[in-house]
């Protein structure tokens, strides 16, 4: 995917490896999720809405990576664990909802919480890092 190249600035002479970079991306927006809302404030800039911005970041990337040829990896429990995060943003979307799409509402409502106690859940049965994910979202990071 040309797309792909130029998000990561790979040009065309380089070596590229599609799945790594979307699995990069996907871990990204997974380990920002279960950040608390001082570290997720400094990834993304400060105009956005970041309770949308970091569930659009994780629907973005999810479909991708699980098409993917990421996904023949994965165990019956990583998958489980993805659906039951996704179950758990989406339960939150909709009419009647926007309330839990401002920043008071990530910094203190149940609904967040369990939101980050997936997405670690999930990191963990990934054996991804807990750390916070780089404010730089190239895949030179996967290197560090």
Partial sequence: ???LKRLFGRGN???YDETAAIARRFEWSVRALFQPVHVQENLFPDFVCLAEALALEFEGWRN??????A??????RQL???KELDVQLESMSGEGNEALWTDEALAFAPEWAKVRERALALAAEMNWN???PPIDRG????QI
């Fill in 1 to 3: 995917m040309n797309w």
């Fill in 13 to 15: 002479d380089e070596e």
């Fill in 130 to 132: 807990s750390a916070p």
């Fill in 71 to 76: 996904r023949k990896t994965l165990t019956t």
């Fill in 80 to 82: 489980g664990l993805i």
């Fill in 64 to 69: 991708p990576f699980l098409e993917s040829d």
């Fill in 139 to 142: 895949d030179k990071w996967a």
